[in-house]
């Protein structure tokens, strides 16, 4: 069983406040990931990092910004969110190494923004 | 760029019959190719990777899967489908000179009793 951890489960909010998605992993790896991902649809990378203090942003352009302090800590912040951020969000981790991408998923935070 | 295609949004199978989720590939290079599942309020899951050698790889939960290079796919493939094989399947393909791995929109998989 994975050891990466996804706060809130769930979130309905309204529009224009600042939210964090909190995303932590006890397993030590140095790269983690943010996905987008809509129902019926494929993953969407928005943010990643390959260590502390490095963030690097994905293929989908995304108003949210994320920040790597501490190996097992990657959140994902939206300072205003729209009810286009509607959707669910999946973080992952992964060991270091090409050869080796295999993902562990935490189960995700479903947004919604009214 | 890269791409990855699943051409099926839905698959359905009865129990016992064997099943196969189809995934075609466009990638520069040899390819890293992966299937991942995802069962409900569940995170995804790791099934099984192709990275060089036998075109048949071998994954958990008794898949499989079949790297053709000529027909640029990657078909996930059970000789014998459970009712608990239900879930969503994702495939997934980088490049090796790329950083990421792409997805593909994912296959509802539905093994009916």
């Known amino acids: 069983e994975a050891d990466i951890y996804q706060t809130p489960r769930y979130l309905v909010i309204g529009t224009g406040k600042k939210i964090t998605l909190e995303c932590s992993q006890t397993?030590?790896?140095?790269?983690m990931y943010w996905y987008q991902q809509d129902p019926g649809m494929e993953l969407h990378l928005i943010h990643y990092?390959?260590?502390?203090?490095?963030?690097e942003k994905g293929d989908l352009s995304s108003e949210s910004t994320v920040s790597r302090i501490r190996t097992e800590h990657f959140p994902l912040t939206l300072e205003s969110a729209r009810p286009s951020h509607t959707s669910q969000y999946l973080c992952?981790?992964?060991?270091?190494?090409?050869?080796?991408?295999?993902?562990?998923f935490g189960s995700g935070t479903q947004l919604s923004v009214l | 760029a890269q791409s990855v295609a699943q051409p099926e949004d839905q698959v359905n199978v009865a129990e016992g019959n064997p099943l196969t989720v189809k995934c075609t590939y466009s990638?520069?290079?040899?390819?890293?190719l992966f299937w991942y599942v995802q069962y409900p309020n569940r995170g995804l899951q790791f099934l099984l990777k192709?990275?060089?050698?036998?075109?048949l790889v071998k994954g958990s939960y008794g898949f499989e899967a079949e790297f053709n290079k000529s027909q640029t796919s990657f078909h996930l493939k059970k000789p014998s489908a459970l009712v608990s094989d239900s879930a969503l399947y994702f495939c997934?393909?980088?490049?090796?000179?790329?950083?990421?791995?792409?997805f593909g929109s994912g296959t509802q998989l539905t093994v009916l009793p």
């Open positions: 992952a981790s992964s060991e270091y190494g090409r050869t080796n991408e295999k993902l562990f």
């Open positions: 397993m030590g790896h140095d790269k």
């Open positions: 990092s390959y260590g502390v203090n490095s963030t």
């Open positions: 990638v520069s290079g040899n390819p890293y």
């Open positions: 192709y990275i060089t050698g036998d075109n």
């Open positions: 997934a393909a980088m490049a090796g000179s790329a950083r990421q791995l792409t």
